[in-house]
């Protein structure tokens, strides 16, 4: 069967072959960046199971492998490699001797992707199954990108050192925008764990009046943008602000309908998620990917739906989540 | 209640208006909460790790990139551009509200992840909304780049406002799950229903924001067609003269 962890170790043996390539043209830092990041991926399931066991040091050693990250990342010399010359020419050719086939690798790691998830139930060999029906769509996703790479050597005849060569290109390009994502849901873990959260919920309590249910539904829908903004995650700002003014004040004391709230209210924090640096993953790494030279590029570009929405957000839900019943 | 571990939620606030390192923010930030918490630095570290290693799923994007880096470098972009280019009737907005309508549709059955900003974004869309932008008139440098992050953030409004529509997504099952533990017990349909309105909201208003995006393209290639008998210099006189 094949679970996450294999995946994950994939991972991991790309950012092996990245930390090689970078010590190989003697950048320090990049290497040693990308090496702390690889071990997460292939000793990530041994960590958990020896905290299980009671064993903290490696999670320890890996705590202190993410301060070693931040300090890389802000000691300034992680410059990438310049783009060669020539490479447009070569592009340009290849766009023209391979013409549309060059589709058919990049179509097929959403396709792919698509057929395994969908077809995950029958894929068995016996009793087990092929794919961890614990996560078929990230295992699918694996598998996919492992078949695209094969099909895109054979359309354009490169050899596998030249895919990790361009495939850590870009990692480099990224650079230290690439491990933001995780860091901040790690950050998002450290907030729940020192309550953060409960903090905020009693400042937010002190202030409303709770007997208008209208300001009630207001300090809930801003609320959960603004612990969205500071979280970079609706999921983080939910149970706060449900805990905090959704349950007590908006269903148990004004009858507000709570499957509406819960639907509503989250997708309230979305609007927040557009608008924010810490959700790194939608809003900081396109701009990086898409070499846009405005890092909040793509949050400038969401702003105007987001704030539209969260008013037509707030009606709506004015509208809907007292009348239901 | 103890309000110090507030001072974290500082920090990353005034890390990111002072536009420093993201990376070293997050971690002071993590270690100036979990300090202000009365943690020691042993549960710090710790914390740290596990909380790092298990958001591990974080980083999947990463397997794209191979095939991504090797189809860019034989010209994967410069052919999605010729591509849509070829199509006479395609224009911005029809490209950017089908995708959105596509994404929205497919994250609403769960496929969430099967486009993205590495997937999908970066070697498709991005190149073939340029292509479309810049059909009837070259496009310069910054409208290029705000056609770029138009594509980006149409594949985040897509994504978004259509997942909480499907039943089996954690967004769902983490209202459910928190109303359960309360004692209010809900079927998972009820509240992926409610997600419906929103969704429609979603769409009609990006989708206006695309179009009007796009009448502004076309504007300004007219306003520039105008101005186009004039000379240069002119302008760059104008705009370096000291006042």
């Not at chain 1, 480099?172 to 873990?189: E, F, H, R, Y």
């Not at chain 2, 909380?51 to 052919?79: C, D, H, K, Q």
């Not at chain 2, 705000?146 to 769902?172: H, K, M, P, S």
């Not at chain 2, 533990?181 to 409610?194: F, K, N, V």
Request: charge should be positive.
């Amino acid at each position: 069967m094949i679970a996450i962890e294999h995946v994950y170790w994939l991972i991991g043996a790309f950012l092996v072959v990245a930390t090689g390539l970078n010590l190989r043209e003697r950048r320090w830092a990049m290497a040693a960046f990308w090496a702390v990041l690889a071990s997460a991926f292939l000793f990530g399931d041994a960590i958990q199971r020896a905290g299980a066991n009671g064993a903290r040091w490696p999670a320890q050693a890996m705590g202190l492998g993410v301060i070693a990250l931040g300090l890389l990342a802000a000691s300034g010399k992680m410059q990438t490699a310049r783009d060669s010359e020539g490479a447009a020419s070569v592009r340009r050719a290849g766009a023209q001797r391979l013409g549309n086939r060059l589709f058919v690798p990049a179509l097929a790691i959403p396709l792919v992707t698509l057929a395994l998830v969908l077809g995950a139930k029958y894929l068995r060999w016996g009793t087990t199954t092929l794919i961890d029906p614990a996560q078929p769509t990230l295992i699918s996703l694996g598998i996919a990108c492992t078949i695209a790479l094969i099909v895109a050597l054979r359309t354009t005849r490169a050899h596998v050192p030249q895919a990790f060569g361009e495939g850590r290109r870009l990692l480099d390009t990224l650079g230290c925008v690439a491990v933001l994502p995780m860091l901040l849901a790690t950050l998002g873990s450290v907030f729940a764990a020192t309550g953060v959260g409960d903090a905020i919920a009693a400042l937010v309590g002190m202030v409303i009046p709770t007997d208008n249910r209208i300001a009630c539904l207001a300090a809930f829908a801003l609320g959960m943008v603004l612990f969205t903004v500071i979280m970079g995650n609706a999921f983080a700002a939910f149970p706060v602000l449900m805990a905090g003014i959704g349950l007590p004040l908006l269903v148990l004391r004004h009858g507000a309908d709570p499957a509406v709230l819960g639907a509503m209210g989250m997708l309230t924090g979305y609007c927040g998620t557009l608008l924010t640096p810490m959700a790194a993953n939608f809003n900081i790494v396109p701009a990086v990917l898409l070499e846009l030279p405005d890092q909040y590029g793509v949050i400038r570009a969401q702003m105007p739906t987001a704030f539209a929405l969260l008013a037509v957000n707030v009606v709506l839900m004015a509208l809907l989540v007292f009348r239901v019943h | 209640m103890n309000y110090w571990p507030l001072l974290g939620v500082a920090v990353v606030v005034a890390g990111f208006v002072l536009k420093r390192s993201p990376v070293l923010v997050v971690v002071v930030a993590g270690v100036v909460s979990a300090l202000a918490a009365g943690m020691g630095v042993g549960d710090l570290l710790a914390l740290l790790g596990n909380s790092f290693v298990s958001n591990r799923a974080l980083l999947l994007f990463v397997l794209t990139l191979p095939v991504v880096g090797l189809l860019e470098r034989y010209g994967l972009r410069e052919r999605a551009q010729a591509w849509i280019a070829g199509f006479r009737s395609m224009t911005l907005a029809r490209l950017l509200i089908a995708y959105l309508g596509l994404r929205q549709l497919l994250s609403m059955f769960g496929l969430i992840d099967l486009a993205g900003h590495a997937q999908t974004v970066r070697p498709l869309l991005a190149p073939m909304s340029e292509a479309a932008a810049g059909a009837d008139e070259p496009i310069d440098d910054a409208t290029r780049d705000r056609v770029r992050a138009l594509a980006a953030a149409t594949d985040n409004i897509g994504r978004f406002f259509g997942e909480d529509v499907f039943l089996a997504f954690g967004g769902v099952l983490l209202i459910q799950g928190f109303y359960d533990r309360q004692g209010i017990h809900l079927e998972p349909l009820s509240i992926a229903l409610w997600a419906l309105p929103t969704a429609l909201a979603a769409f009609v208003i990006h989708a206006i924001r695309i179009a009007w995006f796009q009448r502004g393209l076309a504007r300004r290639a007219l306003r520039e067609k105008d101005d186009s008998g004039k000379p240069l210099l002119d302008a760059r006189t104008q705009g370096g003269a000291p006042q």
